[in-house]
């Protein structure tokens, strides 16, 4: 009995390219007061604002606005993402922070939407969110 090998060629598939997508929020903080002006930042995990601090890594350092005149803390807020959700938390800062005049309790998220004011002790900001397409 004879026995026969099969041979097959192998083949390669070469599968249609994957599109990258950006998942980030572009945030867009409107500073008001004297030293204000319009800070865009890209929110992918996590964003951590604060005022003057070498020791740490902030994404937005707020002391060359006031900051820390403003009372504005080291650590202040962080600002998250859950999907397409932004989250505000506030850091346990010496002066609070409050949304649209509220305060907020230290340690807690709370949802941010477009149009929404942040005051990080006496500094205020609007905040705009922008979604990636």
């Given at each position: 009995?004879?026995?026969?090998?099969?041979?097959?060629?192998?083949?390669?598939?070469?599968?249609?390219?994957?599109?990258?997508v950006d998942n980030s929020i572009r945030l867009t903080l409107q500073i008001s007061g004297?030293?204000?002006?319009?800070?865009?930042?890209?929110?992918?995990?996590?964003?951590?604002?604060?005022?003057?601090?070498?020791?740490?890594?902030?994404?937005?350092?707020?002391?060359?606005?006031?900051?820390?005149?403003?009372?504005?803390?080291r650590q202040h807020l962080a600002l998250t993402t859950d999907g397409d959700i932004v989250?505000?938390?506030?850091?346990?800062?010496?002066?609070?922070?409050?949304?649209?005049?509220?305060?907020?309790?230290?340690?807690?998220?709370?949802?941010?939407?477009?149009?929404?004011?942040?005051?990080?002790?006496?500094?205020?900001?609007?905040?705009?969110?922008?979604?990636?397409?």
């Open positions: 009995m004879v026995l026969l090998k099969r041979t097959e060629t192998a083949r390669t598939l070469n599968p249609a390219p994957v599109p990258v004297p030293k204000g002006r319009n800070i865009t930042l890209k929110l992918k995990n996590r964003l951590l604002i604060g005022s003057g601090s070498a020791h740490w890594d902030l994404d937005l350092d707020l002391a060359h606005l006031g900051g820390m005149q403003a009372g504005v803390s989250l505000a938390e506030d850091l346990n800062s010496a002066s609070g922070t409050r949304i649209n005049g509220v305060l907020m309790q230290p340690g807690r998220q709370i949802r941010v939407r477009t149009g929404d004011e942040l005051a990080l002790g006496d500094l205020l900001m609007t905040v705009r969110i922008v979604r990636a397409s």
